[in-house]
């Protein structure tokens, strides 16, 4: 026996529309079928990798949305879809790896779905809305729909400023609008996408389009196309198809069918909402709550898959999984865990807010996590070699365990346990802790001031330095280990002779700029990877850094270099510990602390200037937003009146305020000019 649903709050309402509204017959069949759980998806498009903002809608569509709506644990499913219906830009590789990357994040779906399971349903479906007159087979040229398209557009503006469509913009031929075959028989369209189905047209001259709205303010309802021919396998049906339906027709009918609740989508889909729900109405099928939200705008990268694409096709990246991308695989093979990716998330939150986040609070994330957990060890980037020329005295006056140095994994976590570090005659400096001339603010090595050396406590001091030209080859020094030594100001890491060569990419920002522009390939940073050939790490780590642990599909060791950052193990690495042979590669996950810059004086005006340019970007997106608000539902909908009023009229007008007071007709006739106001923008904004 069915249970009923359980009670959701109204937390993902949204615009509403009179063909969402679902008969009693088909809730009652709906509620039958879920049987008391609510039901979301997650619905990936396999055109290219998972980035960041997949991650923002995984953990919506898996748990945000459900805590929202005070959905129980037991209640709640999650569909993973492949939205898997353009053959052209599809492949297994991309199928492959968002089950790889929605497993690794820890998400569980109900069970695994493709659109494309659907073609035989979906086709019936159209023959449906043919037999219906509300589809028909439309031999339009591309140019001919464009055409189309802008008449419709500045006679619907024409309509909503109260003008005459027919002077404004009159019909030049009734081939062009409605189109020559809009009004074609059943019998016809039905043979024609027989025909279609059949491989007996070729690409591009004919189409299958639903019979919508000409007259509709939102250009998304000007008769859409359902089905183009495309003579291309497809990845995961096959070659059994050679016509195939677009995202707008296949969506919502998969939602419908796959009995989901809440479609969550962001906000650029927000004018798809009237041909969902439209589609859904002229098949009489069950409508889900569509909800949009913002989408995940993040500093100093882009998240367009077209962008995307482009970094990887023009070799300005490694590929996909190169750790400067904002791919799911990029960012694991930068060393961000799931935990990491899934706390930002959660931080980020969802709301239908436009905003952009800063890199930084992706990085403090990261900080925070790999602090508890990562295992330190010493490191150089760029290695001068020291000599201790005092260093049999100081080895015979060390006392028990001698030059070998118990090290704690974790300065704050014991049970992380501790490794040995060796001091040798010849250790390594890094080129960062060594300057030839003084310098009052430097407090590291330099031939006039000593320096504290790590775990040891003695003084380092700098007795010669010895050049290959102006580079500095070799330091010859000597450890002050007397008790009347002065306390040195810092204390610098090192590495002993038997250390591990390897090599360190540190990963800064993709882009200059915060925000790329649409000249985005201009704006790549030069210094995005600097990679450093000849570093050098504490032997201790050997075991951990083998190439038999390596899994690109996982995370990979990762270590804190101290007084460096969070580094991790990269898949180029070929190490074997037991040979000691083959490449160890590192990548820099983040620094141990904000990179902050030399204060300038100009700081406090880049602020202001950073300041002023957000707010511009958010009015920007605040009149965006109030753009897709048609006229009659302006009080309703827009944040400025939202909650304002309680009663309106026929056309919208308010009539009475949240309390329930009667407005005065001098408040009445304000709201009508803004109204009209708001009409004029808005049908502009349609042209």
């Known amino acids: ?82 939205d898997d219906t353009n053959p052209d830009a599809e492949s297994p590789e991309y199928i492959d790896s968002l089950r790889r990357d929605l497993e690794w994040l820890g998400w569980t779906p109900e069970r695994t779905t493709y659109s494309s399971d659907n073609f035989q349903t979906l086709y019936e479906l159209a023959v449906k809305l043919i037999r219906r007159g509300l589809a028909y087979v439309c031999d339009m040229t591309k140019a001919e729909m464009e055409a189309q398209r802008d008449l419709a557009k500045r006679r619907s503006s024409a309509a909503a400023m109260g003008k005459d469509p ?68 497809h990845p995961h049906a096959g070659k059994g198809w050679c016509i195939y339906p677009n995202y707008d027709f296949t969506h919502g009918i998969c939602d419908s069918l796959e009995r ?23 098949l009489d099928m069950f409508r889900p709550k569509v909800y949009e939200m913002s989408r995940l705008n993040l500093e100093y990268t882009v998240l367009s898959k077209r962008r995307l694409l482009k970094l990887v096709n023009a070799h300005y990246v490694r590929g996909w999984d190169d750790p400067r991308m904002p791919t799911i695989s990029g960012l694991r093979r930068r ?44 490191a150089v980037l760029e290695p001068i070699k020291v000599v201790i020329g005092n260093f049999t005295e100081v080895a015979a006056k060390a006392g028990e365990g001698g030059l070998t140095f118990d090290v704690q994994n974790s300065p704050t976590d014991a049970s992380l346990g501790s490794h040995n570090v060796t001091l040798t005659e010849t250790v390594y400096i890094d080129t960062e802790d060594f300057r030839l001339d003084e310098d009052p603010n430097f407090y590291r090595l330099t031939p ?28 010859k020094c000597h450890l002050d280990i007397s008790e009347r030594r002065s306390k040195p100001k810092s204390y610098i890491t090192w590495v002993p002779s038997d250390g591990i060569h390897c090599e360190v990419r540190v990963y800064n920002h993709l882009f200059k700029e915060p925000e790329p522009s649409d000249r985005w390939e201009e704006e ?46 990269d898949i180029d690495t070929t190490f074997d510990s037991i040979t000691k042979k083959g490449k160890l ?60 009023y309680s009663k309106f009229d026929d056309t919208g007008l308010p009539t009475h305020l949240a309390d329930g007071t009667e407005l005065t007709k001098s408040a009445k006739k304000k709201l009508e000019k803004e109204r009209t106001k708001h009409t004029k923008k808005f049908a502009k904004s349609k042209k």
């Open 448 to 475: 006039g001031k000593p320096v504290g050396i790590k775990y040891h406590g003695g003084n380092l001091v700098c007795d010669e330095v010895v050049k290959d030209r102006e580079k500095v080859k070799e330091l």
């Open 166 to 233: 027919d002077v404004e913009a009159p019909i030049p031929s009734a081939d062009i609008l409605p189109g020559r075959n809009r009004d074609t028989s059943v019998e016809r369209n039905l043979k024609l996408f027989e025909e279609m189905k059949l491989g007996l047209h070729d690409e591009g001259t004919l189409t299958l389009r639903l019979k919508m709205d000409f007259e509709s303010a939102n250009p998304n309802m000007y008769d859409l196309v359902a089905y183009r021919i495309r003579y291309t396998p």
């Open 524 to 569: 790549l940073n030069p210094d995005s990877e600097i990679v450093h050939p000849n570093a050098i790490i504490d032997p201790s780590v050997c075991e951990l850094v083998d190439k038999k642990n390596m899994d690109k599909w996982k995370s990979n060791q990762a270590l804190q270099f101290e007084r460096l950052g969070y580094f991790v193990l």
């Open 585 to 644: 590669v590192f990548n820099r996950t983040v620094s141990l602390k904000e990179d902050k810059a030399v204060v300038k004086k100009d700081d406090v005006e880049s602020e202001q200037k950073r300041k002023r340019a957000e707010q511009q970007r958010n009015a920007a997106a605040a009149r965006d937003k109030l753009m897709t608000i048609e006229p009659k539902d302006l009080f309703k909908l827009a944040p400025e009146y939202e909650g304002k």
């Open 335 to 378: 060393g961000y865990t799931k935990e990491i990716i899934n706390n930002f998330c959660n931080d980020v939150g969802a709301t239908r807010a436009m905003n952009v986040v800063q890199m930084d609070k992706l990085c403090q994330v990261a900080r925070l996590t790999l602090a508890d957990t990562t295992r330190r060890a010493m």
């Open 260 to 282: 989901i609740d809440y479609s969550i989508c962001t906000l650029e889909f927000e004018t798809r909402r009237e041909p969902y729900y439209w589609i859904l109405w002229a």
């Open 1 to 82: 026996m069915a249970i009923d649903q359980p009670a959701t709050s109204n937390a993902l309402a949204a615009r509403d529309l009179e063909w969402a509204k679902n008969s009693p017959e088909l809730l009652s069949e709906h509620a039958a079928i879920n049987n008391g759980v609510i039901r979301t998806r997650f619905p990936p498009e396999p055109n290219g990798y998972l980035h960041v903002g997949h991650a923002k809608s995984m953990n919506m569509n898996f748990r945000l949305a459900f805590e929202k709506l005070g959905v129980p644990a037991e209640h709640r499913r999650t569909i993973f879809r492949y």
